[in-house]
């Protein structure tokens, strides 16, 4: 079992940075390939960014591409999701989520555990 739960989220203006962290429960993180999803009110939910169990490999929306970036410090069961110059159309709650798998998925019925979402509200 793993729980996660997100903190970082709020109201920032468009341009501008914020910093999501999800920490994780459990002995077992460095097991768990790690993911970031986002839904926006009446849109299905989107895949964000993924990162492999050591970090060494990533994966990322078209939308996100050169503006996120996803992180994971595997000593504090942390993975993080640093977004930068941030648009308006990127207001969502976001998810982290946790998978036992071998290689980062981009599906989020991959995923085995979730977070309970941070809002993130991007005014124009």
């Known amino acids: 079992q793993v729980q996660l739960g997100e903190s970082g989220g709020g109201l920032v203006q468009a341009g501008g940075s914020l910093r999501l962290s999800c920490a994780a429960s459990g002995r077992t993180f460095i097991s768990y390939i790690m993911g970031w999803f986002r839904q926006a009110p009446g849109k299905e939910r989107e895949f964000v960014a993924g990162?492999?169990?050591?970090?060494?490999?990533?994966t990322y929306g078209d939308s996100v591409k050169g503006r996120f970036t996803i992180s994971r410090d595997n000593a504090k069961n942390t993975v993080y999701l640093q977004m930068n110059s941030l648009k308006p159309e990127d207001t969502a709650v976001y998810y982290c989520a946790a998978a036992r798998k071998p290689a980062i998925k981009l599906a989020d019925n991959d995923y085995d555990y979730w977070g309970q979402g941070t809002q993130v509200t991007v005014s124009s």
């Open positions: 990162i492999s169990w050591t970090g060494g490999r990533t």
